[in-house]
């Protein structure tokens, strides 16, 4: 048989054609003609409008491929370019097995409208060939090419917000899936963040079960995973959270939070969401128990309002907050933590809710039984009730407003407290000043009710309008506490009695010895801050003294003194007046101070100044009676060195006092520099001789003089000439006395020309 008539000849010439043809066929055929067909048989696979404004054309090798430009499926969806790739064995087998589609440009636009209705729900075809054709479709992967999906929500009238998707891939068996989209840096209000969604396979009788994890996109930050169902506008399923998470599981200790897993059952729809069976618990499976539960609703309306009840047993702020949070504590507090939350808010939204917590810690203070109800938006806080159980069995409830600000967060509103242990309440708020404090405060612990308006920012602490009842007796006052700077104190009280003895029994020394706190430390100038303080008392009980109608006012500080006032009305008959005014200049400081002092038995306002101890008189007491007094004290600046002078002029009972000198040195009462001298003169010699101290046997009428002449101090001691005429007798020292030593030395002369008077006086036989 000849070549040109056997069989295979013709078969490899016909194969050859085709081949040939379908290389060419692209070429010669107007595949744009057959676009009215795709287009009506888009519709009737999805039952909207689909379009192709752009051309059309197929090739078949070396692989089947079709290409659509500007392709649009009503208001869904709009499309650049649609390639797809299909398997030439599947057309053979009468299936069309899609190797690849690959979308450039995809925009999909899901839309509600203003009654509620969405533009995402769509259903099979009817039409037995379309629903057998898509039964027959197999899908390997669809490559989508910076994808762009809008959300658009006219109900809510909230505009759109878009979702970008750079790079993405959707892969599933056939059209009904289950699908499988993974999206690397997807965009959305400014975050950059991994996506993947897992779906089951749609049915049209059933919900549609499907599964969303989001992360950031460099790995760090909050991980979301959701796992539940969809039907219709409903979603319901369990959601959970890992706050703080880095990649490769690594935790992130660094940020706001601590690692934390939030658990939680969820139904959501468009217009509302419903979280039950809150925990939230440590990432750490080693930690073990829930640390939080609870529950919360939220609207979506043209607001987003959310309403939050949580409850725990425990919580330890310093655990729970990040490197950031705990940054922000230990540099602006409680309020730059809670600014700084508030900022992160966003607009139109409102919080509300309630947190019960039975032990808080943080800042290394402790809470019980903390009840928090409260209000927020990004403009502020409102608390309505703010409860706890402090130390010294108190308790405290606030409620006000909390405001942020470019110039400092500020919170305002009233406070009432209740306290049965004042005093451990006090050494809890005031923990530097427990250890001087603890050493006097040694009777009453104190039982106090306090109402008052509390004002707070990062530099001042204030309370106002003030009305308390501190152990049954009722007093009104304000405080004042600011940070900046020195730092200053602004205490006001204004009360029918207040009982000092009943809180410090054993009184409080004008001046500080041993470490134990004296009244010239509180109220003179020191590094510590500055202090005014204002009193008025129609009976102040002190040191067992009780004193009528006493009038403090007094500033002191780094600018001097300000002794507006200090009237006493009646201490045992007696009375002080003084005020004056002592001033930094620039050059340092200059002022007086005027005091005057009238007393029937002068013993008693001198305990209450602590200038005697309580419960004894010492013996120099018995030397003195009726007294009048009258003193001025100078402030001068001297070799830019404050130098402080004093002159005092008056009598006590049979003794006339004159003395004059000056003050310098240290700020420490025991090392003050003082240099002076001093007059005494008495009718009897026995007065004078209580005045130092002793005891005389007899009695001696005769006239005494005492000139003294030092300088020195307690610590280092003094270089002093005494002059000394008593009994007929002349006395003479010339050395140093005190100091740390207790030493004496120096000169010593006795002359007398009759002895036996002041051996008399000595108890000693002549």
């Given at each position: 048989m000849k070549v040109w008539k056997s069989p295979v000849l013709y078969l490899g010439v016909m194969l050859l054609a085709a081949v040939i043809a379908a290389l060419f066929a692209p070429l010669v055929v107007d595949w744009n003609s057959y676009r009215a067909g795709l287009e009506t048989y888009g519709r009737k696979l999805t039952g909207r409008e689909v379009t192709i404004a752009g051309p059309i054309s197929i090739r078949l090798f070396p692989w089947p491929s079709l290409t659509a430009d500007d392709v649009r499926m009503a208001r869904f969806a709009s499309a650049g370019r649609v390639t797809a790739r299909v398997q030439l064995a599947g057309l053979l087998n009468g299936t069309i097995d899609v190797e690849s589609i690959e979308i450039d440009k995809l925009t999909v636009a899901l839309e509600r409208t203003a009654d509620g209705k969405g533009n995402w729900n769509f259903s099979l075809p009817d039409e037995p060939a379309a629903a057998q054709l898509l039964d027959r479709v197999k899908l390997d992967q669809i490559t989508l090419n910076d994808a762009t999906v809008r959300f658009i929500d006219h109900r809510r009238g909230k505009g759109e917000v878009e979702l970008k998707l750079p790079s993405a891939r959707l892969a599933s068996p056939g059209i009904a899936g289950p699908w499988r989209l993974t999206a690397s840096g997807a965009q959305y209000g400014g975050q950059n963040f991994d996506l993947s969604l897992n779906t089951g396979i749609w049915a049209a009788d059933g919900p549609f079960r499907f599964s969303l994890h989001l992360a950031d996109a460099d790995g760090s930050g909050p991980v979301f995973n959701f796992d539940g169902t969809g039907e219709g506008d409903r979603v319901a399923g369990d959601v959970q959270i890992e706050t703080a998470v880095q990649g490769e599981g690594k935790t992130d200790f660094?940020?706001?939070?601590?690692?934390?897993?939030?658990?939680?059952?969820?139904?959501?729809?468009?217009?509302?969401?419903?979280?039950?069976?809150?925990?939230?618990?440590?990432?750490?499976?080693?930690?073990?128990?829930?640390?939080?539960?609870?529950?919360?609703?939220?609207?979506?309306?043209?607001?987003?309002?959310?309403?939050?009840?949580?409850?725990?047993?425990?919580?330890?702020?310093?655990?729970?907050?990040?490197a950031q949070v705990n940054d922000v504590l230990r540099q602006g507090g409680t309020l730059a933590v809670a600014d700084s939350l508030l900022a992160a808010l966003p607009k139109g939204v409102k919080v509300s809710g309630s947190l019960k917590v039975t032990s808080l810690t943080g800042g290394g203070e402790t809470l019980e039984n903390v009840a928090l109800r409260m209000e927020a938006n990004r403009d502020a806080i409102r608390v309505r009730e703010l409860s706890a159980t402090l130390p010294g069995r108190s308790r405290a409830l606030f409620d006000g407003v909390f405001f942020p600000g470019k110039a400092g967060a500020e919170l305002a509103g009233n406070l009432a407290l209740e306290s049965n242990d004042l005093r451990q309440l006090t050494f809890w708020l005031w923990p530097e000043g427990k250890e001087e404090t603890e050493k006097i405060w040694t009777g009453s612990r104190g039982r106090l009710k306090l109402q008052t308006e509390l004002n707070l920012t990062d530099q001042?602490?204030?309370?106002?309008?003030?009305?308390?009842?501190?152990?049954?007796?009722?007093?009104?006052?304000?405080?004042?506490?600011?940070?900046?700077?020195?730092?200053?104190?602004?205490?006001?009280?204004?009360?029918?009695?207040?009982?000092?003895?009943?809180?410090?029994?054993?009184?409080?020394?004008?001046?500080?010895?041993?470490?134990?706190?004296?009244?010239?430390?509180?109220?003179?100038?020191?590094?510590?801050?500055?202090?005014?303080?204002?009193?008025?008392?129609?009976?102040?009980?002190?040191?067992?003294?009780?004193?009528?109608?006493v009038t403090v006012d007094i500033l002191s500080g780094a600018s001097g003194i300000d002794l507006k006032t200090i009237e006493i009305g009646s201490v045992g008959g007696a009375s002080l007046n003084a005020s004056g005014l002592v001033l930094d200049t620039g050059a340092g400081p200059d002022g007086s101070i005027g005091i005057d002092v009238k007393a029937e038995d002068p013993r008693g306002l001198l305990r209450l100044l602590g200038l005697i101890p309580i419960g004894s008189d010492p013996v120099w007491t018995g030397g003195l009676g009726a007294t009048a007094l009258k003193g001025t004290v100078t402030v001068k600046t001297r070799d830019e060195k404050p130098v402080t002078g004093f002159d005092l002029t008056g009598s006590s009972g049979d003794l006339t006092i004159s003395a004059s000198g000056s003050l310098s040195g240290s700020t420490a009462f025991e090392s003050v520099h003082l240099s002076g001298s001093a007059e005494l003169k008495a009718q009897s010699s026995s007065s004078l001789a209580r005045l130092a101290g002793l005891l005389p046997i007899t009695t001696d009428q005769s006239p005494a003089r005492a000139i003294v002449t030092g300088s020195g101090s307690l610590t280092e001691g003094f270089l002093a000439d005494v002059k000394l005429e008593a009994y007929g007798a002349r006395l003479g020292f010339n050395g140093t006395l005190g100091g740390t030593a207790a030493a004496t030395n120096g000169k010593l002369s006795l002359r007398s020309t009759d002895i036996s008077r002041l051996f008399a006086a000595m108890g000693v036989p002549s």
């Open positions: 660094e940020g706001r939070l601590r690692p934390l897993l939030i658990r939680s059952k969820v139904v959501a729809t468009f217009d509302a969401l419903a979280f039950d069976a809150i925990e939230i618990s440590s990432l750490d499976p080693e930690d073990g128990g829930s640390l939080m539960s609870g529950s919360a609703k939220v609207a979506l309306g043209s607001e987003v309002s959310a309403a939050v009840d949580l409850a725990a047993p425990k919580i330890d702020l310093g655990e729970w907050a990040g001042r602490f204030r309370l106002s309008k003030t009305q308390y009842e501190l152990d049954g007796v009722p007093g009104s006052g304000e405080l004042s506490v600011t940070a900046g700077g020195r730092g200053a104190v602004d205490l006001r009280i204004n009360t029918r009695k207040l009982d000092i003895d009943n809180l410090m029994p054993g009184g409080i020394a004008a001046v500080s010895f041993g470490g134990n706190a004296g009244l010239a430390k509180f109220l003179l100038p020191h590094g510590t801050g500055d202090l005014h303080l204002t009193l008025k008392a129609d009976q102040l009980l002190l040191n067992g003294v009780e004193a009528d109608t």
